[in-house]
């Protein structure tokens, strides 16, 4: 069985193989060690050529020997925008539009939501719809992925992340504030939740769209057992699952 057969078959409930191997996050895991991997630094994979970022994705997928492989989105102007040099053996990033440079003598660090966005349930009642799947879709995204499989074939399970409702309330009131809010204007995370639950369903559709890719990742790192009672899990978060 190959990647994509042993998935398939354990997601349909039919007989498999072993187990797949799933590393929603290789390439933040696998930072320290893409000198070693492939003499690339932790920036190519997002910041690389096309020929960069393929060669990262097919050497991620070899290295680990993953059954979930995370799908190559293409970035506009992505040969032009960036170039990767070195201060010696620190690694920077150089925009070409702006010239601009910035150096990483560290890995970076995985980032924190400090601003909130909304204050009141009437500035969330106030936004405009979320996009539909028609305007979010754009073939050219996936142009880069296209290329690979048609190069190297199918035999993957190609998946995608989408941030969950949950986790997009968090990104929004900050991680103090979701639980306060959850507490004092629970009103105001319905509103929130409603929203984001939309904007997933048009996501998903538009990702569907795709044609290629089949399945999608939702990380609900806010909503775990050590921060939520299984009351507040019912109120706020399973209806908008369902």
Known sequence: MNSLERVQAMLEGRPFDKYPVFNPHA?????????????????????GSNEEKIECWLKTKESLGIDFVFALITQPNQDTRWNIEYDGTIP?????????????????KDSVTDRRLYNTLEEI???PSPPTAEEIYKPEL??????????TGSDSFLYTHLESPFAACYRSLTF???????????LMIHALM???????IQNIKAVGSSGIIHGIHFNEYPAGAELISEDQFKEFILPYMK
């Open 27 to 47: 390439q933040w895991y696998l930072m320290p060690h893409w000198p070693q991997l492939n003499g690339k630094c932790f920036l190519h994979p997002t910041y």
């Open 92 to 108: 920077t990033l150089v925009n070409r539009e702006t010239g601009e440079r910035e150096s990483f003598a560290e890995l970076p």
């Open 125 to 127: 009642e106030a936004l």
């Open 142 to 151: 996936y142009e880069l992925q296209r290329r690979v499989i048609e190069e």
């Open 176 to 186: 103090e504030g979701l639980f306060e809010t959850m507490m004092d204007f629970p």
């Open 194 to 200: 409603e929203r984001f639950t939309e904007t997933a």
